[in-house]
Every structure is written in C-alpha cells, then in structure tokens.
C-alpha cells in the first residue's frame, strides 16, 4: 500500500530567513512525522512579494506534490506568499503567523485563502502588520483565528506556536 506523503512548504518573513526560530521550530515538528517532507524556501534574495510567491510555486512544481497533500506555513510576508498560493491553488491546509495582509505595496494584499484547514496565528501589539485588518480578513472569510500578547515576532509565542502547529497537522490527518 502506497503512504501518502504530505509536503510542507514553509516561508520566511522578508527580514528572517529558512533559519530562522519560527521557521525552523515548525520545520523541526513537521520532520518529527513519518510520513512528512518538510521544505524551507530561501526567499532571501528579493523582498519583492511577487518573486518570492514565484519562488513558492516554483518549489511547489519541482516537489511534484498533489496540492491536497500541501500544507503551506508562513510568517509575516512568508505568510501572505503562503494565503496568496492557495488562492491560486487550493491546498490542504494554511497555516499563517502574523501574515502581512492588508499592507500597502502588495500585490493582492487581501487573498481569497483556500484551504481546507487554516489557522493565523496574530500578536495584539504587532506593530509592522497591524492585527485589525488581518482579523476583518478572517472574519469576512470564517478563518480561525488565534490571538496572543505578542509583537510581530511572536518571540514570547513559540512554545504555544508550536503547540498549535502540532494540533493543526492532527487535525489535517498528520499522525
């Protein structure tokens, strides 16, 4: 019987990289799984949002994953590359720390997010993507939405950050 393997592509914010905290905490969960392949994508040579969401859908092509076996997570601009891909293609699941929408300079800043599993994870005291917007978003689109006593980087957050990453992959059938 063939395994179903499940791929997730996981995206920095535009001043962090593949090794950053976040990133690599979620990537080190996700290995902790059988049947998982993890991949960070290295957006660090361009800020622009639009190449790095190329960059996604690049790593997304070469991997040869079924979209319903995709789970996209991201942080700050990693986080609106991460929306704005399952607008295109719908994924299995969205899992969006402090996710840079509703910012100015953005192509589509407000995605259509499509996944069958979503959760953002936001701080009250983010003060580089403010919380309102990003909580109108979820509410006009019924997304599940946590919010902590936190800044933009969720420093203070990464144990509880964890914590739901681990339930989230539980729910979208990781075991």
Same mark, same amino acid.
């Given at each position: 019987?063939?395994?179903?393997?499940?791929?997730?592509?996981?995206? &920095?914010?535009?001043?962090?990289? %593949?090794?950053?905290?976040?990133? +690599?905490?979620?990537? !080190?969960? *996700?290995? #902790?799984?059988? @049947?998982?392949?993890?991949?960070?994508?290295? &957006?660090?040579?361009?800020?622009? %949002?639009?190449?790095?969401?190329? +960059?996604?859908?690049? !790593?997304? *092509?070469? #991997?040869?994953? @079924?979209?319903?076996?995709?789970?996209?997570?991201?942080?700050?601009?990693?986080?609106?590359?991460?929306?704005?891909?399952?607008?295109?293609?719908?994924?299995?699941?969205?899992?969006?720390?402090?996710?840079?929408?509703?910012?100015?300079?953005?192509?589509?800043?407000?995605?259509?997010?499509?996944?069958?599993?979503?959760?953002?994870?936001?701080?009250?005291?983010?003060?580089?993507?403010?919380?309102?917007?990003?909580?109108?978003?979820?509410?006009?689109?019924?997304?599940?939405?946590?919010?902590?006593?936190?800044?933009?980087?969720?420093?203070?957050?990464?144990?509880?950050?964890?914590?739901?990453?681990?339930?989230?992959?539980?729910?979208?059938?990781?075991?």
């Amino acid at each position: 019987m063939n395994k179903r393997i499940t791929h997730i592509f996981l995206s &920095h914010g535009m001043e962090s990289g %593949p090794g950053g905290t976040k990133i +690599q905490a979620l990537k !080190a969960l *996700a290995e #902790s799984f059988e @049947d998982v392949r993890a991949h960070a994508i290295d &957006h660090r040579s361009t800020k622009d %949002p639009a190449t790095r969401l190329t +960059q996604m859908q690049d !790593a997304i *092509a070469a #991997s040869g994953a @079924d979209p319903c076996n995709i789970i996209l997570a991201g942080s700050s601009m990693g986080g609106w590359v991460c929306a704005q891909t399952s607008e295109q293609t719908p994924v299995l699941g969205c899992f969006l720390l402090a996710p840079a929408l509703a910012m100015e300079g953005y192509p589509q800043s407000s995605p259509r997010i499509q996944a069958k599993h979503v959760q953002i994870i936001h701080g009250w005291d983010d003060d580089v993507v403010p919380p309102m917007p990003v909580i109108e978003l979820a509410r006009k689109q019924a997304l599940p939405t946590l919010l902590l006593p936190d800044g933009h980087r969720l420093a203070n957050s990464l144990e509880r950050i964890t914590k739901e990453f681990r339930a989230f992959l539980s729910r979208a059938g990781i075991q």
